[in-house]
């Protein structure tokens, strides 16, 4: 595609709910990352996907979240049991290789609302 | 840990002003540095992106510069216009490679 794209573009969910978050990355890059934009909290790091493997996970904040890529193509972000403060814009950027001189392409993010 | 800072917090201009927005990072053994732009309800848009062996990038009216020894960073902009009104982030590339650290952005609005 022509750049990166997230689905959905906003997701409102009651507390204790699971959810899912989409990126499709620019078709031909190999890494993948994860970030979250919060008020109060800037924009901060979740996890650095290389084609399938994620050797770079320590942004996560808890247990409840995690993230998978299948066929070093679309990755999944899964929040289990939402609490308010999960509330954030979540942001999906890619890179063809990872890694420097590669400039990191963002999609439009997935706006999380947890009531 | 990184920590990237950036002043002002926000900024208003009338229009034609040239601007400078800062940006400090507390470890210099970074990689590179990127200006980005986002609009409300944006993603991100990369603007400059200076190597750490660098000192400036130029993109039309936007100049950036990088002073990697004293962990600072300015993006000047000439003759503003209102289409320029955005929050602007400065990020550092650090030397895992993977990571990018932000800093909390300049929300800038130029009146025409």
């Known amino acids: 595609g022509a750049g990166v794209s997230q689905s959905p573009s906003n997701k409102v969910t009651e507390k204790g709910k699971d959810v899912e978050l989409r990126c499709d990355p620019i078709?031909?890059?190999?890494?993948l990352y994860w970030y979250r934009q919060s008020l109060g909290q800037g924009l901060e790091f979740l996890i650095y996907?290389?084609?399938?493997?994620?050797?770079?996970k320590s942004g996560l904040p808890s247990d409840r979240f995690s993230a998978e890529r299948t066929g070093g193509s679309v990755s999944t972000l899964t929040i289990q049991r939402t609490q308010q403060e999960d509330s954030a814009v979540y942001l999906c950027?890619?890179?063809?290789?990872?890694?420097?001189?590669?400039?990191?392409?963002f999609g439009p993010g997935t706006r999380l609302t947890v009531l | 840990k990184q920590e990237v800072t950036q002043i002002p917090a926000a900024l208003s201009v009338p229009e034609g002003e040239n601007l400078v927005l800062n940006c400090s990072f507390t470890?210099?053994?970074?990689?590179?540095l990127q200006w980005f732009r986002q609009d409300p309800g944006k993603g991100l848009t990369s603007l400059l992106l200076?190597?750490?062996?660098?000192r400036e990038q130029t993109s039309g009216r936007l100049n950036a510069s990088l002073d990697k020894s004293s962990g600072r960073s300015t993006l000047y902009i000439a003759a503003s216009q209102p289409g320029d009104s955005a929050t602007y982030l400065c990020?550092?590339?650090?030397?895992?490679?993977?990571?990018?650290?932000f800093g909390e952005g300049t929300q800038l609005t130029v009146n025409p």
């Open positions: 950027a890619s890179s063809l290789a990872g890694g420097p001189p590669d400039t990191q392409y």
């Open positions: 078709s031909g890059h190999t890494a």
């Open positions: 996907f290389q084609g399938n493997s994620a050797p770079d």
């Open positions: 470890d210099s053994a970074i990689y590179n």
């Open positions: 200076i190597q750490s062996s660098q």
């Open positions: 990020a550092v590339l650090e030397t895992s490679g993977s990571r990018l650290t």
